[in-house]
């Protein structure tokens, strides 16, 4: 995913989950993270558990919120200082090692994404995703400074997968003007050559090393498309649509 965060949140960081943070139950956030947890006004507590704040999760079917304690590891003898832990939930039952996860807040709130999950492509939907779940007295607090008068342009530094036209031809040719998702019957518009319209997806993004082949892209009407970026059964109708164009 290739999202300007800086234009959603006011501090953010990004962490691969470690074994030790696994293991001993008690993620280690790194800086950034620590700047996003502290601006939203967290502070650690001296003992663990320490109290609790929730996180708005996004893009996981299991839940909106996650609990998490934030606290000092217990004092070295070396007299280091003691760097903040998180505890509960978010690391006992949401997290897992190797997970890329995403901590930042707008304001007081505090939000975390694991990213690499297939969520959704376009970086602009994926800032309104995370937008939306901002507390509504923020959002139109910020919505109404924003600036009359065009958007500023941005320079988008961003590596592209250069995807193989035959591919995507070849998954129109086989689709014969209607949606591969097994069971939708939905109507397409026709484009101005007077075919139907149909985007080509794939069921493994290539992001997560998927194949830019026959076997693993399916032309889909819009709605299923979509569904499979943002759709609530998203990871169930991944494998079996997974399934399905590897029979085609
Ligand atoms: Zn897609
Ligand atoms: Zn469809």
Redesign the pocket.
Known sequence: MSVVWEHVFDNFGIKQVTKTDKEKSAYVPNAQQRKAITAAGIKPASVRPGPEFSLTILFEPTGKTIRSSYYHSERKPSGRTPEPRMGHEIISSWLDKGDRVLIGNIGKQVFAIKLGTGVAVDKDVIAQEVVQRADPATILARAKAAKKGTPPTREVKRSDFARNPYVVAAALLRAKG????PG???ALFEKPDGTAYLEVHHVIPLGEDGDDMLGNVAA??????R?QHFGKDRVSQRKSLSKYVAKL
Do not use: A, V
């Open positions: 209607s949606c591969e998702m939708c019957k939905r889909l009407c819009p709605h299923c498309h569904e």
